[in-house]
């Protein structure tokens, strides 16, 4: 069973950036045919998929959020960060970490991590 776990700060100040760390255990970052997500959910509305990467390292962005977006990760601690630039009150959102099997259907999820931005 492949666990993922969101941490990082639960509030974060305008203007600042945005660090999310997910820790995976039960399954290798590295193992082939699968990708691994940033996706986020304002409240009251609906997912937003951030970017992420597939497991020979290639990463992908949102359109929209990529000049602001850097996924990278860590194979030693089998972990992958987020981090989001120059963050305003409208990135406030329950930020979730995600494994995607080649169809794009997300397998496992994280259980989410509410990120505050306000000063």
């Known amino acids: 069973q492949v666990q993922l776990q969101e941490s990082g700060p639960g509030l974060v100040k305008p203007s600042q950036t945005l660090s999310l760390a997910c820790t995976v255990s039960g399954g290798s970052i590295t193992a082939n045919g699968y990708f691994w997500s940033w996706i986020r959910q304002p409240t009251g509305k609906g997912l937003e998929w951030m970017g992420g990467?597939?497991?020979?390292?290639?990463?992908y962005y949102s359109p929209s959020l990529k000049s602001r977006t850097s996924i990278s990760r860590d194979t030693s601690k089998n972990q992958f960060t987020l981090q989001l630039t120059s963050v305003t009150p409208e990135d406030t959102a329950v930020y979730y970490c995600?494994?995607?099997?080649?169809?794009?259907?997300?397998?496992?999820w994280g259980k989410g991590t509410l990120v505050t931005v306000s000063s």
């Open positions: 990467f597939a497991s020979s390292g290639s990463s």
């Open positions: 995600a494994r995607e099997v080649p169809t794009g259907r997300i397998e496992y």
